[in-house]
């Protein structure tokens, strides 16, 4: 449909609780749609809805380009393990940080029907779901990072 503007770190969009989605709307159904457009245009495997400046609990993910997944007023019910690797967002473009996240997550949600499901993920989905969950309640991965940021841009890039 359309591709939102990104909201990037700094705009106090990104650091507010995000409401409960009571029912699925027209404008909800769009709001998916478009971030799904956006995810996607900007190679990413994750948008939140605060991302596009709306501060509804909405959640899409697609770590693999098969399995496009929308979490409505998603809770995580259980997290276990552990990995650290690199992690960026796309309110970040061009930085990543080292993060040690859950291995597993285990998240309830609704979908566009407002029918709960339960999603299980393993590594990168997992990394996902907690990483775009944290942005409902205004919380960004540099938070998380051990050590510094840096730029995943290549140099040639950048000039």
Same mark, same amino acid.
């Given at each position: 449909?359309a ?33 799904? #457009? ?11 809805? +605060? ?7 909405i959640v899409?993910? #697609?770590?693999?380009?098969?399995? +496009?997944?929308?979490?409505?007023? +998603?809770?995580i ?8 690797g690199?992690e ?5 473009p061009g ?6 996240? +859950?291995?597993?997550?285990k ?23 907690? !990483?775009?969950?944290d !942005? ?12 510094d940021?840096?730029?995943t841009?290549?140099? #040639?890039?950048?000039?």
């Amino acid at each position: 449909m359309a591709i939102r503007k990104i909201r990037i770190m700094g705009d106090p969009v990104l650091t507010k609780t995000c409401k409960e989605v009571k029912e699925v709307t027209p404008r909800i159904k769009m709001l998916v749609e478009d971030m799904f #457009d956006t995810m996607y245009a900007a190679d990413g495997a994750g948008l939140a809805a +605060p991302q596009v400046g709306v501060l509804k609990r909405i959640v899409v993910i #697609d770590t693999d380009g098969e399995h +496009p997944y929308v979490l409505i007023n +998603p809770e995580i019910l259980e997290t276990s393990g552990e990995q650290t690797g690199g992690e960026g967002c796309l309110s970040l473009p061009g930085k990543a940080g080292i993060v040690t996240r +859950p291995n597993y997550a285990k998240v309830k949600a609704y979908d566009l029907d407002m029918k709960e499901f339960v999603l299980e993920g393993e590594e990168l989905l997992a990394r996902a779901i907690c !990483h775009e969950c944290d !942005h409902l309640e205004g919380r960004m991965y540099v938070d998380k990072v051990e050590g510094d940021l840096y730029s995943t841009v290549a140099e #040639d890039e950048e000039s």
